[in-house]
């Protein structure tokens, strides 16, 4: 028997090298060519014969070579499966002696508490360790390397792993990781030396690490962290240029931490030097023959101290325009040429367009769930077009404004040989579209009431919404289906179609037997008219049914007997939408504005129905932040017939003047019940204030509100002296749950009917 063997756990390469040798080994060690007349495979535990002969490149009948003994020991290594493959001649039998490698059959943690256990054993099966994988040592000890950097990223720098591995039957084995974590070393002392400018305080508060108080527990920002810390030297640097000290340096960072790595302190030695200011700027290079253009697009203002946020923003809309004539990869370079002597600066911006390009092909990275048309429909940037910087950020704008990414890049990559042609790759980060809120309020009325909605607004990765919403309060009840496709049409005109059932019974202080039962649909058409504005419009069908028999409000009595206790409508809808703000969660500037119309105009009702909202954020200094809100309705009956007392608003509560109770404010009917008005008046101010001990983060906020509103009937003018005023104070929580708001308030002026409801939340969570 002549044996043709590679032993070992080789490498890929090294196997490849080994069987190069022997194939130029001397003669006398190869095979004579023959016709296979069988073969077997020895050594096999658990893997199916089946995977050996697939890798194999011959078959019987076929001509056994040393050329292909070759290929089948590298398609055998290949597989991972084998530490030891040699394939042995038997007359005209080939026979292939495999040692395989032993299995994992499961892998187990002890002592871990800082990760999340089911994202670690994914993490690690992605790298090749998880159960049914083929045991590898080298990447054992690599992921153990791995999970003891990722505790020192998270101060935990007497952490401990120790990895062991459990041989078992059938040559499988477990491994296990066993933790000891200890307690996170904390920053003990954070100094700043040389800073005669600004106080070290000012300094200290512009960072993100800070040593410990009563608030980090929940921060966790005095775990030292050095890409924490080299963002914070960046912001300090940033504050010296955008006064002036363009040669302002920090000297040295040093990180000292206590012998039983529990405690730690950093000193940083700055230099500022000397302040400066701009005495002009200068244009160099070519600028297509634009300079005048390119000269409005200048934020450095001579004769103001030199700001490095100013030349940084010029610079970048020198490119973004060099961008716009298909000048991708146009090079602009700010070179101040300073005056120690006299503390002057000139600064000197160089051009150089480099070549025009237009985009060969658009990439999308990143979405597992999402589907690349979702993405790929909300590019202006077409490919085989000239590059057009404006278009291709309007292009990441409106992906990052479906809300369905965490984070939205694009890159712009070179193509070899094509000097003329790019590619924009677009990378995404998906995260949670889906929505549970939970509503809450306890009131005397209603005791304990709830509210509930789930939605999903990237239904199975296609863009559509779907959401269902619950109300489950004592006197309000509803059930609300609605999906939204966004893209009804390949030009962007949505199509959304609601189905609800809704059961009122306002409060009476006769007792609620009576409810108005309300089912209906509707279909609405959304057309884009620019890139912030749309359009929307269309008709739905409801049936209103006045149920009762007793007790019954004096007002609804007397409509029931005028026009019958069911009224059905075909209600119109006409509106408007632009949403500027920085952030939906937590936004900080921006505006939203949005009018809706809802005109009857067939069926036993007939009225108009307009609400209009305005609200605008403005950022404050000391991290706070001011919204101001303000929203108005009105309806009115024509055609001879009163406005419908069933399409009422309602004030107070949440989203309206709080410390009222939800929907208590208005007309009240002799009966004592709460039946709203045509009429409504919303006006809201918030002033947003970071908790202190949190630093700059932007999850947890106190603010203080003030609220005014109340409504009215179809007949009552909107008087100024019949406001509902309210004040307070609340919480505003981006959760590990969701998004929590609670606010506890007081009337400021109130009436001897309202009904009061001082505390209010409301809390979200994301799927």
Known sequence: MIPFRLSGPLHPAAA?????????????????????????????????????????????????????????????????????????????????????????????????????????????????????????????????????????????????????????????????????????????????????????????????????????????????????????????????????????????????????????????????GQPYTVTGVKLEG???????????????????????????????????????????????ESRPEVDRATGQVVVVLAAEPQRRVYVRRIEVAGNTKTRDEVIRREFRQLESSWYDANRIKLSRDRVERLGYFKDVGVETQEIAGQPDQVDLIVTVEERATGNLMVGAGYSSADKLSFTASIKQDNVFGSGNYLGLELNTSKNNRSLQLTTVDPYFTVDGISRAIDLYYRTSRPYNSLGNQYQLVTPGASLRFGVPFSESDTVFFGVGLERTEIKADTAIPNSYFIYREQFGPTSNALPLTLGWQRDERDNVLTPTRGRYQRVNVEWSVAGDLRYLRTNLQWQQYWALPLKMSLMLNGEVGLGKGYGGKPYPLFKNFYGGGLGSVRAFEQGSLGVIDPTGAFIGGAKKLNLNAEVYFPVPGTGNDKSLRIFAFADAGNVWREDEKIRGDSLRISSGLGLSWISPMGPLKLSWGSPIRAQATDRIQKFQFQIGTAF
């Open 286 to 332: 070519q600028y297509l023959g634009r300079e005048d253009e390119f000269k409005s697009l200048v934020r450095i203002r001579p004769g103001q101290p030199y700001r490095g946020e100013d030349v940084i923003a010029t610079t970048k809309a020198f490119t973004d325009r060099f961008g716009t004539f298909g000048y991708a990869f146009a090079r602009v």
């Open 16 to 272: 490849v090298v080994a069987i190069a040798a022997f194939v130029a080994a001397p003669a006398a060690w190869a095979v004579e060519p023959f016709v296979i007349k069988d073969i077997r495979v020895e050594g096999l535990q658990r893997s199916d014969p089946g995977t050996v002969f697939a890798a194999l490149p011959f078959r019987i009948g076929d001509t056994y070579t040393d050329e292909k003994a070759a290929l089948a020991l590298r398609a055998l290594f290949a597989t991972g499966l084998f530490k030891d493959v040699r394939i042995e001649v038997d007359g005209t039998v080939a026979v292939v002696i495999v040692d395989e490698r032993a299995v994992i059959a499961a892998v187990e943690f002890a002592g871990l508490k800082e990760f999340d256990k089911d994202t670690l054993v994914k993490s690690l099966k992605d790298a090749g360790i998880g159960e049914g994988l083929p045991f590898d040592r080298a990447l054992v000890d690599k992921a153990e390397q791995e999970i003891k950097r990722q505790y020192l990223s998270r101060s935990l720098y007497g952490a401990e792993v120790v990895t062991t591995i459990t041989p078992l039957e059938r040559n499988r084995v477990n491994v296990t990781f066993t933790m000891s974590e200890g307690d996170a070393a904390k920053i003990k002392d954070i100094r700043i030396v040389g800073a005669k400018v600004f106080s070290e305080s000012t300094l200290l508060g512009l960072m993100d690490l800070t040593v410990g108080g009563w608030m980090t527990w929940y921060t966790k920002s005095d775990r030292y962290s050095r890409v924490k810390l080299n963002a914070d030297l960046e912001t300090i640097r940033a504050y010296y240029l955008n006064r002036g000290y363009l040669e302002f340096q920090i000297e040295s960072t040093q990180v000292t931490i206590s012998p039983d790595k529990q405690d730690i302190s950093i000193t940083i030695s700055v230099n500022e």
